[in-house]
């Protein structure tokens, strides 16, 4: 086996083995289980920077054995899955330094940092799967590896949230597989293909191809919380803050994004998908959900619920960039995967860093946390101006990508759309931030957890102050080379090459 | 009608016979009874159609099976006894608990 | 060919290794523990020689004595018995293992354990290999004997009753299959099944041959509505012979119901398949919804098995023309990932009974460390049952749904997926429960006599679990060793069916 055969499950190994590990070690282990964590975390980031610069300079890495009768287990690198791959491995560094402070001194941290790491090894098997099995196995492996972490706490409401976590995500990843193996007996091929592999059965088959076309969206969009798919996503709040910043910058809620942009380019392809005349709904409920998300979003007092339907909205986004045609809403739809979880995981982290020093779970509870908590404030802010997308924050290249882009195809309702967002954006965020500024602090917190010093313990602070710079450079750079909008612009020259 | 037909028809019936025994009664002695019912029953056709040629020799080959058979029989009825014995000895009556709500 | 024993009739000594260690396991009551383990080594190491022959030499065939039909006894070994033999030799060896601990104490029970079980092994590995009408007949009832008595084992009113009504029922099953028999040989003379599958015709007493023999072999598989026997029997019996009868037994006559089909019965009708697909349909339904609301573990795992076995009858209906040989394929992988997946699930469902001293799914739970091994058992068995992907229920899943697309029935991909849901609502309502804090529910039974889990009794269940789960990356090879002169081999290409 060379190595641009092995570089693939090497990535795959660097965290699933440290995660088996951490199952079978004592709980009392907490050196080990952390030098574990963070090597296998910092190998995994420097194994997909080198595949990212493998990528770009035209080297192939794929691996495949047979799995099913005609069916093999393919991982490969092209430029979509190493963008995927690559911001999974990043905030992936972030939030198990974040996981590791946080759940400081809380029982059951092997079971947590164990399932965590088959979590990220999920993740980045969606990434770098080559053929719709092997998304499907990874995307299923995902599903199980993250009800552990719904439920961690074992309470009867998290319990609850698992159970219907489960409903949603299982009978998603049903409706896939029937879709799958569909279209397996339709096409007798299910590897993923620059623009497409389908053309040639438009003419006979529309018919079925528009319902498999169906099945594929229903079971990714159980997991991308399209509405009325979302349900899951607000229950799933009662995990713990490192869970919900992976569940909705992530993993879950990206692996389902990121398999609708799968099956529109590289299985479908655009042509196809215009064709059968699927687009059109397809960017309506993308609409849709961005505009309820935004809508029930303001009327949510709890701040992580806040969150939740901020990102119903903010993951159709992507959905909303795949559905037009043309490269340049690809490219809004595309680089948003990875604004948006920028910005998104900053929020989350804030969001724990109050709850977690200060017990703050309710917006009204803000009042004056920006003196008592500056740098999370400060990041909280960054973070928010972005999803409304106020520039030079990269929320703001995404909408100025998509809006283009539906100008482009002679589609303006985009924009009406993106207005009413971006509104909607400012009418949630906007109070939060003017209440943690300017209004006058209480007398006490909720519960606080004074630290020894600073505002929160640094293990907190330094993951949310990082990611929240990040979405602040990577707007600022926008046209530097390796940047994501950049990097889009690669994927984008495959899908569209005439 | 010719005697091999009687006798596969007869056997048939002490199938059926033991079928519907086996399912009417309760008591577990009546139902193992049944069983064996059946069980000659399904004997006396093989018995029957050995004869399969009229005027020649029958067939030993079902002899032999029917002889098999009856050993098996034999021991799985000593067995059902055994455990019917046992069932009563451990609940106090010869009789299966009604079915579980299924 | 260099290997060591290839010419050696290693079909006779898969049927006898486990015979003698059944006798001696009988005279030295006080040794039955270390003949198991001999006579199990024995039997492994014999049944992977034949496997090997089977899948490098192609098909096995040996007259008993020099003997041959009729009179004789003959033994064939092709690639679906092979398959079965493999099944029965991993999870036979994983049993024998778990049950070394299981019965720590040399009491009557652990005896007659160890002779019970052997003779069981013998009777299935006889019944794989066997070409014959009435020997298969025989090799039946030893089964359906050996089982009871495991079953029985237990000694407590509801393994007793339990026990009863399984075997009044299993012999009610031989016996309708029997009679089938007698009409077969009544009309044709011989009970070769090579023979006698080139001279059954669509007559009406072959039709009501074929038609007594499947009723009597859908008992004895418990097909719904035929499965009331099951759950009480599965559930009472003592974990490992839980295991046993879940994992394998139930699949020996199916086994038997295949090869007729496929090679004997006058399958020109397919309406017949039709309604053996429908009434797996049911089951699967029928089961989940049962487990759903049982409110014992062990009884929840048994009507588990009744709606898994709802799966294994869905290949009748679809092994039509070109679909044949991916659906059957697919019913072959079915019956060893379950068989895997079933023994976890029995023996980490027996390990959790000891811990807590009962199996009350309402007041069990708790992640406590000494039953989390058995909890992360349970759990991985899941995913085969449910049937994720990479566990080889969903190869085999898949193969079904291939299949139904293949010969153009997409509609019966609504039980295969929609009993994966149902399994998941069942499988997770249990799987909860290892997520409790600590301090909540059970603590473990003090006065439960093995309240200490033997680390054999854990990490056999886990092995298991991991097995099946494994086992979805071996598929191709497998399929390969299906092919090896079996039946489906020829349906591939002709299109028998």
Redesign the interface.
């Not at chain 1, 969606?126 to 199980?144: K, P």
């Not at chain 3, 009723?215 to 598989?221: D, E, F, N, R, W």
């Not at chain 3, 033997?454 to 990356?473: C, I, V």
């Given at each position: 086996m060379t190595w641009n055969e092995s570089l693939p499950l090497l990535v795959l190994a660097s965290s699933l083995v440290p995660g088996l590990i951490i199952f079978c070690l004592a709980e009392e282990s907490k050196g080990l289980r952390t030098a574990l964590n963070l090597v296998g975390v910092v190998l995994k980031l420097l194994l997909v920077a080198v595949m990212v610069w493998g990528v770009e300079q035209g080297q192939s890495y794929e691996v495949r054995f047979?799995?099913?009768?005609g069916i093999d287990?393919v991982l490969r690198a092209d430029a979509l899955s190493m963008f995927f791959a690559l911001l999974s491995a990043v905030l992936w560094l972030a939030t198990t330094i974040y996981a590791i402070g946080y759940l400081e001194d809380s029982?059951?941290r092997n079971?947590f940092f164990g399932f965590f790491s088959l979590c990220v090894t999920a993740t980045l098997g969606v990434a770098l799967a080559g053929n719709l099995?092997t998304f499907?196995?990874f995307y299923?492996?995902l599903t199980?590896a993250t009800?552990?972490l719904v439920?961690?706490?074992?309470?009867q409401v998290s319990?609850r949230a698992?159970?219907v976590y489960?409903a949603y995500t299982?009978?998603g990843?049903?409706l896939l597989?029937?879709g799958i193996?569909?279209l397996?007996?339709?096409a007798g091929n299910l590897e993923f293909t620059a623009q497409g592999f389908l053309s040639g059965l438009v003419q006979d088959h529309s018919a079925a191809l528009v319902a498999i076309f169906v099945l594929l969206i229903a079971g990714l969009g159980a997991k991308a919380a399209l509405v009325p798919l979302h349900g899951w996503l607000p229950q799933a709040m009662v995990a713990p803050a490192p869970v919900s910043a992976l569940l909705h910058a992530v993993a879950v809620v990206k692996a389902g994004a990121f398999g609708i942009v799968r099956v529109v380019h590289d299985v479908y392809g655009f042509e196809v998908v215009a064709q059968l005349g699927v687009a059109g709904p397809l960017a309506a409920i993308a609409a849709v959900t961005i505009v309820y998300g935004s809508l029930r979003a303001l009327f949510q007092t709890d701040i992580k619920r806040r969150l939740a339907f901020s990102t119903v909205s903010q993951v159709s986004y992507i959905v909303l960039g795949t559905a037009i045609a043309g490269p340049v809403a690809t490219v809004g739809g595309v680089a948003h995967l990875v604004h948006q979880g920028l910005m998104k995981i900053t929020l989350f982290f804030c969001a724990g860093n109050l709850a977690e020093t200060l017990g703050i779970h309710r917006v009204e509870d803000l009042r004056g946390v920006g003196r008592r908590m500056p740098w999370t404030m400060a990041a909280f802010t960054l973070g928010a101006l972005g999803m409304i997308g106020v520039p030079p924050m990269a929320g703001f290249f995404s909408k100025w990508f998509l809006a283009s882009g539906g100008l482009d195809v002679g589609q303006p309702w985009v924009i009406a759309v993106l207005i009413a967002s971006s509104l909607l954006n400012a009418a949630y965020f906007l109070p939060v931030i003017w209440t943690a500024w300017f209004r006058a602090p209480p007398e006490t917190w909720p519960a606080e957890r004074a630290p020894a010093r600073g505002e929160t313990s640094l293990m907190l602070l330094l993951p949310t102050v990082l990611v929240a710079a990040s979405a602040l450079g990577v707007g600022l750079l926008a046209s530097m080379p390796f940047s994501p909008l950049q990097w889009v612009g690669l994927i984008v020259d495959v899908e569209y090459a005439p | 009608m010719s005697a091999t037909l009687l006798y596969a028809i007869t056997g048939s019936g002490l199938f059926v016979l033991g079928l519907y025994a086996l399912a009417r009664h309760a008591h577990l002695l009546r139902k193992i009874i049944a069983v064996n019912v059946m069980g000659s029953g399904v004997f006396l056709v093989f018995g029957a159609l050995a004869y399969r040629t009229p005027g020649l020799v029958s067939d030993a080959v079902p002899h032999a099976m029917v002889i098999t058979g009856i050993v098996v029989a034999v021991s799985a009825t000593a067995v059902a006894l055994v455990l019917m014995l046992r069932v009563q000895s451990e609940t106090g009556r010869p009789h299966l608990p009604e079915q579980p709500s299924d | 060919m260099e290997t060591p024993f290839a010419d050696s009739p290693w079909t006779v000594w898969a049927v006898f290794t486990p015979m003698i260690g059944a006798v001696a396991a009988f005279l030295w009551p006080r040794r039955a523990a270390l003949v198991g383990c001999l006579a199990t080594l024995a039997t492994v190491g014999s049944v992977f020689w034949l496997i090997w022959q089977v899948a490098q030499l192609g098909p096995q065939y040996h007259a008993m004595g020099g003997w041959g039909a009729p009179l004789g006894i003959d033994l064939h070994a092709d690639g679906l018995s092979a398959a079965m033999l493999l099944t029965t030799a991993l999870v036979g060896a994983g049993v024998t293992l778990y049950a070394t601990a299981y019965f720590q104490q040399a009491t009557e029970t652990a005896r007659f354990f160890w002779a019970l079980w052997l003779l069981l092994w013998s009777a299935m590995n006889a019944l794989f290999l066997s070409g014959d009408l009435f020997n298969l007949y025989v090799t039946l009832e030893l089964v359906g004997v050996a089982s009871v008595a495991l079953v029985a084992l237990a000694g407590n009113s509801d393994a007793l009753t339990g026990a009863m009504r399984y075997f009044l029922l299993s012999l009610l099953g031989s016996l309708t299959y029997l009679l089938g028999v007698a009409l077969l040989y009544g009309a044709h003379g011989t009970l070769d099944i090579g023979l006698l599958s080139d001279l059954v015709t669509p007559a009406p007493a072959d039709w009501a041959a074929t038609g007594l023999m499947v009723a009597g072999l859908s008992i004895k598989t418990a097909l719904v509505p035929l499965h009331f026997w099951l759950p009480p029997a599965h559930a009472a019996a003592p974990a490992p012979v839980s295991a046993l009868l879940s994992a394998l037994v139930v699949k020996t006559s199916f086994y038997l119901l295949l090869r007729l089909w496929l090679e004997l019965f006058p399958v020109t009708a397919p309406g017949f398949g039709q309604v053996l697909g429908l009434l797996g349909a049911l089951a699967i339904f029928w089961g989940s919804f049962q487990a759903l609301r049982q409110a014992r573990l062990k009884l929840l795992v048994a009507y588990s098995t009744v709606a898994q076995i709802g799966y294994l009858f869905l290949a009748f209906p679809l092994a039509l023309t070109t679909a044949a040989a991916?659906a059957w394929?697919g019913t072959v992988l079915f019956i060893l990932s379950h068989a895997l997946a079933k023994a976890a699930m029995f023996l980490a469902a027996g390990n959790i009974l000891k811990f807590a001293g009962h199996d009350r799914i309402a007041d069990l739970g708790s992640?406590s460390p000494g039953i989390a091994l058995s909890w992360a058992a349970f759990g991985i068995a899941g995913?085969s049952i449910?049937g994720?992907?990479?566990s080889a229920g969903f190869?085999a899943?898949?193969?079904l749904?291939?299949a139904s697309?293949?010969s153009g029935q997409?509609w019966w991909?609504i039980p295969i997926?929609?009993g994966?849901?149902l399994a998941?609502a069942y499988m997770?309502k249990v799987a909860?429960l290892a997520?409790?804090?600590?301090d909540?529910g059970d603590q473990g039974d003090p006065k439960a006599a093995g309240a200490r889990l033997s680390r054999r009794m854990k990490w056999t269940a886990l092995g298991f679990a991991l097995g099946a789960l494994a086992m979805?990356?071996a598929?191709?090879q497998i399929?390969a060793l299906l092919d090896s002169g079996t039946p489906f081999a020829q349906l591939g290409a002709v299109g028998v069916l």
């Amino acid at each position: 086996m060379t190595w641009n055969e092995s570089l693939p499950l090497l990535v795959l190994a660097s965290s699933l083995v440290p995660g088996l590990i951490i199952f079978c070690l004592a709980e009392e282990s907490k050196g080990l289980r952390t030098a574990l964590n963070l090597v296998g975390v910092v190998l995994k980031l420097l194994l997909v920077a080198v595949m990212v610069w493998g990528v770009e300079q035209g080297q192939s890495y794929e691996v495949r054995f047979p799995l099913l009768p005609g069916i093999d287990f393919v991982l490969r690198a092209d430029a979509l899955s190493m963008f995927f791959a690559l911001l999974s491995a990043v905030l992936w560094l972030a939030t198990t330094i974040y996981a590791i402070g946080y759940l400081e001194d809380s029982p059951k941290r092997n079971r947590f940092f164990g399932f965590f790491s088959l979590c990220v090894t999920a993740t980045l098997g969606v990434a770098l799967a080559g053929n719709l099995v092997t998304f499907l196995l990874f995307y299923e492996l995902l599903t199980l590896a993250t009800y552990p972490l719904v439920v961690h706490r074992g309470t009867q409401v998290s319990l609850r949230a698992g159970r219907v976590y489960l409903a949603y995500t299982l009978t998603g990843g049903a409706l896939l597989l029937a879709g799958i193996a569909w279209l397996h007996a339709l096409a007798g091929n299910l590897e993923f293909t620059a623009q497409g592999f389908l053309s040639g059965l438009v003419q006979d088959h529309s018919a079925a191809l528009v319902a498999i076309f169906v099945l594929l969206i229903a079971g990714l969009g159980a997991k991308a919380a399209l509405v009325p798919l979302h349900g899951w996503l607000p229950q799933a709040m009662v995990a713990p803050a490192p869970v919900s910043a992976l569940l909705h910058a992530v993993a879950v809620v990206k692996a389902g994004a990121f398999g609708i942009v799968r099956v529109v380019h590289d299985v479908y392809g655009f042509e196809v998908v215009a064709q059968l005349g699927v687009a059109g709904p397809l960017a309506a409920i993308a609409a849709v959900t961005i505009v309820y998300g935004s809508l029930r979003a303001l009327f949510q007092t709890d701040i992580k619920r806040r969150l939740a339907f901020s990102t119903v909205s903010q993951v159709s986004y992507i959905v909303l960039g795949t559905a037009i045609a043309g490269p340049v809403a690809t490219v809004g739809g595309v680089a948003h995967l990875v604004h948006q979880g920028l910005m998104k995981i900053t929020l989350f982290f804030c969001a724990g860093n109050l709850a977690e020093t200060l017990g703050i779970h309710r917006v009204e509870d803000l009042r004056g946390v920006g003196r008592r908590m500056p740098w999370t404030m400060a990041a909280f802010t960054l973070g928010a101006l972005g999803m409304i997308g106020v520039p030079p924050m990269a929320g703001f290249f995404s909408k100025w990508f998509l809006a283009s882009g539906g100008l482009d195809v002679g589609q303006p309702w985009v924009i009406a759309v993106l207005i009413a967002s971006s509104l909607l954006n400012a009418a949630y965020f906007l109070p939060v931030i003017w209440t943690a500024w300017f209004r006058a602090p209480p007398e006490t917190w909720p519960a606080e957890r004074a630290p020894a010093r600073g505002e929160t313990s640094l293990m907190l602070l330094l993951p949310t102050v990082l990611v929240a710079a990040s979405a602040l450079g990577v707007g600022l750079l926008a046209s530097m080379p390796f940047s994501p909008l950049q990097w889009v612009g690669l994927i984008v020259d495959v899908e569209y090459a005439p | 009608m010719s005697a091999t037909l009687l006798y596969a028809i007869t056997g048939s019936g002490l199938f059926v016979l033991g079928l519907y025994a086996l399912a009417r009664h309760a008591h577990l002695l009546r139902k193992i009874i049944a069983v064996n019912v059946m069980g000659s029953g399904v004997f006396l056709v093989f018995g029957a159609l050995a004869y399969r040629t009229p005027g020649l020799v029958s067939d030993a080959v079902p002899h032999a099976m029917v002889i098999t058979g009856i050993v098996v029989a034999v021991s799985a009825t000593a067995v059902a006894l055994v455990l019917m014995l046992r069932v009563q000895s451990e609940t106090g009556r010869p009789h299966l608990p009604e079915q579980p709500s299924d | 060919m260099e290997t060591p024993f290839a010419d050696s009739p290693w079909t006779v000594w898969a049927v006898f290794t486990p015979m003698i260690g059944a006798v001696a396991a009988f005279l030295w009551p006080r040794r039955a523990a270390l003949v198991g383990c001999l006579a199990t080594l024995a039997t492994v190491g014999s049944v992977f020689w034949l496997i090997w022959q089977v899948a490098q030499l192609g098909p096995q065939y040996h007259a008993m004595g020099g003997w041959g039909a009729p009179l004789g006894i003959d033994l064939h070994a092709d690639g679906l018995s092979a398959a079965m033999l493999l099944t029965t030799a991993l999870v036979g060896a994983g049993v024998t293992l778990y049950a070394t601990a299981y019965f720590q104490q040399a009491t009557e029970t652990a005896r007659f354990f160890w002779a019970l079980w052997l003779l069981l092994w013998s009777a299935m590995n006889a019944l794989f290999l066997s070409g014959d009408l009435f020997n298969l007949y025989v090799t039946l009832e030893l089964v359906g004997v050996a089982s009871v008595a495991l079953v029985a084992l237990a000694g407590n009113s509801d393994a007793l009753t339990g026990a009863m009504r399984y075997f009044l029922l299993s012999l009610l099953g031989s016996l309708t299959y029997l009679l089938g028999v007698a009409l077969l040989y009544g009309a044709h003379g011989t009970l070769d099944i090579g023979l006698l599958s080139d001279l059954v015709t669509p007559a009406p007493a072959d039709w009501a041959a074929t038609g007594l023999m499947v009723a009597g072999l859908s008992i004895k598989t418990a097909l719904v509505p035929l499965h009331f026997w099951l759950p009480p029997a599965h559930a009472a019996a003592p974990a490992p012979v839980s295991a046993l009868l879940s994992a394998l037994v139930v699949k020996t006559s199916f086994y038997l119901l295949l090869r007729l089909w496929l090679e004997l019965f006058p399958v020109t009708a397919p309406g017949f398949g039709q309604v053996l697909g429908l009434l797996g349909a049911l089951a699967i339904f029928w089961g989940s919804f049962q487990a759903l609301r049982q409110a014992r573990l062990k009884l929840l795992v048994a009507y588990s098995t009744v709606a898994q076995i709802g799966y294994l009858f869905l290949a009748f209906p679809l092994a039509l023309t070109t679909a044949a040989a991916t659906a059957w394929a697919g019913t072959v992988l079915f019956i060893l990932s379950h068989a895997l997946a079933k023994a976890a699930m029995f023996l980490a469902a027996g390990n959790i009974l000891k811990f807590a001293g009962h199996d009350r799914i309402a007041d069990l739970g708790s992640g406590s460390p000494g039953i989390a091994l058995s909890w992360a058992a349970f759990g991985i068995a899941g995913i085969s049952i449910i049937g994720l992907p990479p566990s080889a229920g969903f190869a085999a899943k898949w193969l079904l749904l291939q299949a139904s697309f293949a010969s153009g029935q997409w509609w019966w991909l609504i039980p295969i997926v929609g009993g994966s849901l149902l399994a998941a609502a069942y499988m997770f309502k249990v799987a909860g429960l290892a997520f409790l804090p600590n301090d909540q529910g059970d603590q473990g039974d003090p006065k439960a006599a093995g309240a200490r889990l033997s680390r054999r009794m854990k990490w056999t269940a886990l092995g298991f679990a991991l097995g099946a789960l494994a086992m979805g990356f071996a598929t191709p090879q497998i399929l390969a060793l299906l092919d090896s002169g079996t039946p489906f081999a020829q349906l591939g290409a002709v299109g028998v069916l």
